[in-house]
T-cell receptor
Framework: DGGITQSPKYLFRKEGQNVTLSCEQNLNHDAMYWYRQDPGQGLRLIYYSQIVNDFQKGDIAEGYSVSREKKESFPLTVTSAQKNPTAFYLC???????????FGEGSRLTVL | AQSVAQPEDQVNVAEGNPLTVKCTYSVSGNPYLFWYVQYPNRGLQFLLKYITGDNLVKGSYGFEAEFNKSQTSFHLKKPSALVSDSALYFCAVRDLNNFNKFYFGSGTKLNVKP
């Protein structure tokens, strides 16, 4: 079945550590996205990528980094510079302009 | 600036009764509007979208939404609620200047009681 796979589902990190969240899609979508979800705040865009080897900052990119070396993969690294990293992270993809977002099941990061 | 607002943090409805989850938008131009549903600790699932055409849009799981340009609203509706409809619902609008950007509302928690 086609879809978006995020891993790990749950992740615990000590302060000062970088952590990488995986996002893989087999939908053959060009565009991929990372969102952060906090209670009562909706979703906020971290980074997005329209094509391989290209990505743009979203509204809250500080403390995060991404890469897009393959069409299917768009990993997100939460660096130690992110001041409040505890959140639910959602990866999404989109088939093209005018389409809707397809979401993965999310990764919950907790900083201890 | 483009945005959506969901004025209700929570909506309570009895099973079998009609439900409405409200959304208002602010865009300069013709909006692209979306509704998503999220179950606990899960990703968002697409329900329906309005781009152009008929103001009444039908979507998944018996949901529909009515686009009202004069009231800048896009309320989600269902004629008969199910307990399994209990979830978090998000309205979103696409940025007309950048199709890669969506603005999401803060979400409305729907509680359907037996």
């Amino acid at each position: 079945d086609g879809g978006i796979t995020q891993s790990p589902k749950y992740l615990f990190r000590k302060e000062g550590q970088n952590v990488t969240l995986s996002c893989e899609q087999n939908l053959n979508h060009d565009a991929m996205y990372w969102y952060r979800q906090d209670p009562g705040q909706g979703l906020r865009l971290i980074y997005y990528s329209q094509i391989v080897n290209d990505f743009q900052k979203g509204d809250i990119a500080e403390g995060y980094s991404v890469s897009r070396e393959k069409k299917e993969s768009f990993p997100l690294t939460v660096t130690s510079a992110q001041k409040n990293p505890t959140a639910f992270y959602l990866c999404a993809s989109m088939p093209g302009p005018g389409g809707e977002l397809f979401f993965g099941e999310g990764s919950r990061l907790t900083v201890l | 600036a483009q945005s959506v607002a969901q004025p209700e943090d929570q909506v309570n409805v009895a099973e079998g009764n009609p439900l409405t989850v409200k959304c208002t938008y602010s865009v300069s131009g013709n909006p692209y509007l979306f509704w998503y549903v999220q179950y606990p600790n899960r990703g968002l699932q697409f329900l329906l979208k309005y781009i152009t055409g008929d103001n009444l849009v039908k979507g998944s799981y018996g949901f529909e939404a009515e686009f009202n340009k004069s009231q800048t609203s896009f309320h989600l509706k269902k004629p008969s609620a199910l307990v399994s409809d209990s979830a978090l619902y998000f309205c979103a609008v696409r940025d007309l200047n950048n199709f890669n950007k969506f603005y999401f509302g803060s979400g409305t928690k729907l509680n359907v009681k037996p």
